[in-house]
């Protein structure tokens, strides 16, 4: 393998690497959403130690509230997001880690 082939070899593992960990921000970002959207809806199901039995908490929820509960993710949602995460996370170490083989 000529020099110049070894060089965009690597600058492609550079720039897919870039993109990667990108991607894993954003998808870290929408994590940190979800969580705040939980935890607020933890607070209304929740108010300073009171139980709900589940007919309860539903018609919590059915109760106009604020932002928070307006944009709660779905399982299906939060699911994706876990799957997503994973395996852009080990993306990013495999990456690394030929990034580390190359000697960058």
Known sequence: MSEREQHEI???????HREAKRKLAALEAKARSYAACMRAVARELH???E???AESAESILAQPRGKALDTYP???DVEALISE???TRAKVGELAQSLREMGV
């Open 10 to 16: 690597i600058g492609r593992t550079v720039q897919e």
């Open 47 to 49: 108010p300073v130690g």
């Open 51 to 53: 139980i709900h039995t």
């Open 74 to 76: 779905s399982k299906t």
């Open 85 to 87: 995460l994973l395996e």
